[in-house]
Nanobody, 126 residues
Framework: LRCSCGVGGGLVQAGGSLRLSCHIS????????IGWFRQPPGKERHWVSC????????LYDEDIKGRFTVSGVLNENIVYLRMGGLKPEDTGVYYC???????????????????WGKGTLVTVSS
């Protein structure tokens, strides 16, 4: 199982938008969960969003709910994180991560993701 963070990171002014992409490959199952995480400078990594291929259910952290949207072309194993209304506190390295099998976002976030992308830097200027 492999995650690859695609293009999308960069520098943006507060209030702007960015879209991150993640491609997943090497599944052992036709079911999977994809999570987006971020690590602000000097802080620990924290999850921000999650999507389940089975049913397309999504979860969002309260800090970004209403501003970020996770979606995907799930039959092509591509997931996007659309970020709008960006704030300086959204600055950080963003990672996608995956776990395959019969699982849910809640289970994956609790037990851990199996594969991580390398991360992409998002910088929001004030």
């Amino acid at each position: 199982l492999r995650c690859s963070c695609g293009v999308g990171g960069g520098l943006v002014q507060a209030g702007g938008s960015l879209r991150l992409s993640c491609h997943i490959s090497g599944f052992n199952s036709d079911k999977f969960v994809i999570g987006w995480f971020r690590q602000p400078p000097g802080k620990e990594r924290h999850w921000v969003s999650c999507i389940e291929k089975a049913g397309g259910r999504t979860l969002y952290d309260e800090d970004i709910k209403g501003r970020f949207t996770v979606s995907g072309v799930l039959n092509e194993n591509i997931v996007y994180l659309r970020m709008g209304g960006l704030k300086p506190e959204d600055t950080g390295v963003y990672y996608c991560a995956a776990v395959d099998g019969d699982t849910t976002c809640n289970m994956a976030l609790y037990y851990g993701m199996r594969s991580w992308g390398k991360g992409t830097l998002v910088t929001v200027s004030s």
